[in-house]
T-cell receptor, first 116, second 117 residues
Framework: AQKITQTQPGMFVQEKEAVTLDCTYDTSDPSYGLFWYKQPSSGEMIFLIYQGSYDQQNATEGRYSLNFQKARKSANLVISASQLGDSAMYFCAMREGRDTGNQFYFGTGTSLTVIP | DTAVSQTPKYLVTQMGNDKSIKCEQNLGHDTMYWYKQDSKKFLKIMFS???????INETVPNRFSPKSPDKAHLNLHINSLELGDSAVYFCASSPRSLAGLSAYEQYFGPGTRLTVT
């Protein structure tokens, strides 16, 4: 089974609107971390936000928030007040606490386009 | 003071050639990785090293050989390049995950765009 699933290959959002990018994960490890990365057209990978499996509250970083639903194994990224510069690929990733190999599992990504 | 650097940024070469991509991190991290990103943007883990020791060796052709001379460097050597090797190669690093802790993100290099003609 896929460790990380992103079911939206492409998304469009109007500027200044909010958008949710979906991510579901699969693990039996009680300790894990979930990450979101942004990859603009320039190519670099930019870390956005982290959520730990034991965190009681949803993570927030500026306009980014992570809607963490542990029972559903989902970790959706919410971008509020979208800006043109948010147009990029977004990757969800997971790291398991028991994995001493430190492997990160990435989803296939969602391409977000912000429309003026 | 770049955290994770890769050289070269662009590499154009002909089929059959041998090439190397260098990666250095100045973050003091224990773990370094190589990823391949294809034209569909899918990120595929190739290798990871923990303190110069090979930890992850995914199913990649043995034409690809990583070398870690020390904890701060992880180079990727590719023999007999093929058209299908054209991709963007990312180096990344991360602190070692202590048991039960997974809070550390990966830091990525800028990527090396390899084009094989």
């Amino acid at each position: 089974a896929q460790k990380i699933t992103q079911t939206q290959p492409g998304m469009f959002v109007q500027e200044k609107e909010a958008v949710t990018l979906d991510c579901t994960y699969d693990t039996s490890d009680p300790s894990y971390g979930l990450f979101w990365y942004k990859q603009p057209s320039s190519g670099e990978m930019i870390f956005l936000i982290y959520q730990g499996s034991y965190d009681q509250q949803n993570a927030t970083e500026g306009r980014y928030s992570l809607n963490f639903q542990k029972a559903r194994k989902s970790a959706n990224l919410v971008i509020s007040a979208s800006q043109l510069g948010d147009s990029a690929m977004y990757f969800c990733a997971m790291r398991e606490g028991r994995d001493t190999g430190n492997q990160f599992y990435f989803g296939t990504g969602t391409s977000l386009t912000v429309i003026p | 003071d770049t955290a994770v650097s890769q050289t070269p940024k662009y590499l154009v070469t002909q089929m059959g050639n041998d090439k190397s991509i260098k990666c250095e991190q100045n973050l003091g991290h224990d773990t370094m990785y190589w990823y391949k990103q294809d034209s569909k943007k899918f990120l595929k883990i190739m290798f990871s090293y923990n303190n110069k020791e090979l930890i992850i060796n995914e199913t990649v052709p043995n034409r690809f050989s990583p070398k870690s001379p020390d904890k701060a460097h992880l180079n990727l050597h590719i023999n007999s390049l093929e058209l299908g090797d054209s991709a963007v190669y990312f180096c990344a690093s991360s602190p070692r995950s202590l048991a039960g802790l997974s809070a550390y993100e990966q830091y990525f290099g800028p990527g090396t765009r390899l084009t094989v003609t």
